[in-house]
Nanobody, 124 residues
Framework: QVQLAESGGGLVQAGGSLRLSCAAS????????MAWFRQAPGKEREFVSY????????YYADSLKGRFTISRDNGKNTAYLQMNNLNSEDTAVYYC?????????????????WGQGTQVTVSS
């Protein structure tokens, strides 16, 4: 098993940036593809991005390409999501997720482990 803990959320003005972190503990971090999802009030959980264990494969939701960047530091057992040029539509709870193996998926129900989420609020 792996335990995930997100941090870095908060209140930011439109046009600003935030970097989310996801610290993993437990099993070997490099066993997992890491992903970020988000869920806005009244909406379904939405795929944001995933990154393979070696970081050689990264994939983003089309609507977020160019603004969001996923990365990971396997030495620190941590995944990151850099979010730039934020707007009000980015307001959501952001979740970190882990999936065993090197194949990323965009469906949330294909991930085995989840963090508790971190709130991101963008004010206009």
């Amino acid at each position: 098993q792996v335990q995930l803990a997100e941090s870095g959320g908060g209140l930011v003005q439109a046009g600003g940036s935030l970097r989310l972190s996801c610290a993993a503990s437990g099993r070997t971090f490099t066993m997992y593809t890491m992903a970020w999802f988000r869920q806005a009030p009244g909406k379904e959980r939405e795929f944001v991005s995933y990154i393979s264990p070696s970081a050689n494969n990264r994939y983003y939701a089309d609507s977020l390409k160019g603004r969001f960047t996923i990365s990971r530091d396997n030495g620190k057992n941590t995944a990151y999501l850099q979010m730039n040029n934020l707007n009000s539509e980015d307001t959501a709870v952001y979740y970190c997720a882990a999936r065993t193996g090197a194949t990323g998926r965009i469906l949330w129900n294909l991930y085995d482990y989840w963090g508790q989420g971190t709130q991101v609020t963008v004010s206009s």
